[in-house]
């Protein structure tokens, strides 16, 4: 039997990269998939590859409108969820000196305020057995220069996982995090940086990751099926780091 089966599945910021791959081993698995995106034309372009038991919700997570909206038709069309994905998130690079109000609003209110909303308005239609995953990123605990802020939205999606941990414990949810380290995805190409910038910088971080390479979208994926299933019935309130070590030593 597939380890998802008949499980009804929210993947925010599904339309690409992490998100996308976790969709497609999702659906793999048995479940039905709801993928959100803030671009409608990449949002069709996911829902057309992965091709079957998904559908594609226009919206942005920092918009609480958006997340009504979206658990609305998840509400009227499936009556529940068992797995949330609250993977949505931006990367801003700025150092200490250059941080404006306008970067570090951005990044918060996506990264932080837009997941604990994506978490708090799915809760009515959650209940025992359900499976929140929060994207996080070993950023949290490593100094990195220029990520500062981004960081800091990191830290505070794991301190969210300890509490709600607490908080969702009598309900029977499980709150986890998954902490990706250097992933190819979509999302290094929004960083302001040229073409050569971006190619020193993946090359820079390769020295600092034990197994030698960048991680693919698919690697994570895994990862998340694991702990969205019942195979991670017992495991509550942890930090997995799918970062080839790079946080770990």
Do not use: C
């Not at 057309?48 to 979206?70: M, S, W």
């Not at 050569?196 to 698919?218: C, M, T």
């Amino acid at each position: 039997m597939s380890k998802l089966e008949g499980k009804i599945a929210v993947i925010t910021g599904g339309n690409s990269g992490i998100g996308l791959s976790t969709a497609e081993h999702f659906v793999a698995e048995g479940a039905y998939v709801y993928i959100t995106g803030r671009r409608q034309k990449e949002l069709d372009a996911a829902v057309a590859q992965i091709g079957r038991n998904v559908t594609g919700v226009q919206g942005d997570v920092a918009n609480p409108a958006d997340l009504d909206r979206l658990y609305a038709q998840v509400a009227k069309e499936k009556g529940h969820i068992d797995v949330l994905f609250a993977n949505a998130g931006i990367v801003a690079l700025a150092p200490i000196d250059q941080v404006s109000e306008e970067h570090f609003d951005k990044v918060f209110n996506v990264n932080v305020k837009g997941l604990l909303f994506t978490v708090q308005k799915a809760l009515p239609l959650m209940g025992k057995g359900g499976s929140i995953l929060l994207n996080a990123s070993v950023a949290s605990i490593k100094g990195i220069p220029g990520m500062g802020v981004y960081a800091a939205t990191k830290a505070a999606v794991r301190s969210f996982a300890r509490t709600w941990t607490l908080e969702l414990k009598d309900r029977g949810i499980r709150v986890n995090v998954i902490s990706p380290g250097y992933t190819e995805t979509p999302i290094i190409d929004t960083i302001s940086l040229t073409p050569e910038q971006i190619a020193q910088f993946k090359e820079g971080a390769v020295a600092s990751i034990p197994l030698g390479r960048w991680a693919s979208p698919d690697e994570t994926a895994k990862v998340a099926v694991f702990l969205a299933s019942d195979d991670s019935s017992y495991v509550a309130g942890i930090e997995l780091f799918v970062d080839g070590g790079s946080g770990q030593v």
